[in-house]
């Protein structure tokens, strides 16, 4: 697929899930379903804003594919991996629907990840084989431990999105980020139908960031974050393990980089408190940010972040041994970390020195 072709399908896209979006806001502000109320304990948006987001990415992606199979005469030609991918989010959408609504234990959310992750593994055959030589003494083969850690990074890159989103814009569009270096990166965007994928978030993102104006805001709900979370991920692991695409594994953790080190940080940190990791709270480097900005400023903070990371790590894959990508990693999450809990504790010295 040529990149004139791309434009065109994100064009395409992104004016299908925009009037998908219109379409199922209205419908959830005037029969009042799918509706998230303001409670002023952890939800600070002003006013009622539909959970339709996700809904909105995936039909908007089901129906541009469709045209998208048949302008290309792609009809039984379509691959395994993106027929399963597309088909399994359509009960991953509607189980997380049932989240929204009725705000499922934290336990039985980790059950369905898991399981969608174990139908994705064995429908596809596409699992975690390699870690790449991340010390320096040869490939990592992960052998019988592959599965298993191909769903624990799965569920974690999930729940580490699903986490992120705090602030309009903030979740898709790390997510949005992470799919367009994976894709252009690695090579998938010309063979797949991630263009389509990233199409329709920026169609849903043209709501959630209120550029027809805050009363007609859409939100992603844990129905869309866990979706894009899923999309995220599974577009990491194959990437890094076909023998089509040359990318290091190490180096999609580059592109992840901030919602994986906010969720890594929260778990310890809570645990470390004596806090349930799965509960609420406004400890998330976003919450942090917010502390000297605003919410406009902290996503333009954290997605010029992530953009600058992501390219760091294209740059130590293009250069550098997987090894010492692995060691910088580590660095620069240990720095981040340092920056973030010193830039908490600073921010909230000088607001008490002002109180």
Known sequence: MELTIILDYIIISIIVSMAINSVLRNYAKKYNFLVDLPDRSRKFHKRPTPLTGGIGILVALLLTGKLYIDLNNLNGYVPDFTFQLILVSIPLLAIFLIDDLKNLKPRFRILIQCLLAIYMIFSTNIYLVSLGDLFGFGEIKLGIFSIPVTIFCVIGIMNAFNMMDG???????C????LLLIGFYSGLIYDSMLV?????????LIFNLGFFG???G???GDSGSNLVG??????????SQSEIYNIQPITMLWFVAIP???CIGLIFSRIKKGKSWTAAG???IHHKLMLRFSPEGTLLIILIVSFITGIFGIYIENNLSPSISFLLFVSYGSIYYVIANNYESSTKDKLNKNV
């Open 167 to 173: 602030i309009n814009g903030l979740c898709a569009g």
């Open 260 to 262: 994986f080190l906010d």
């Open 214 to 216: 805050k009363k007609r």
């Open 218 to 220: 859409v939100f992603l």
């Open 175 to 178: 997510a949005m980020l992470a």
């Open 196 to 204: 389509l994928i990233i199409g329709s978030m920026i169609g849903f």
């Open 282 to 284: 406004r400890d998330h």
């Open 230 to 239: 899923f999309w995220v991920a599974w577009s990491a692991i194959y990437a």
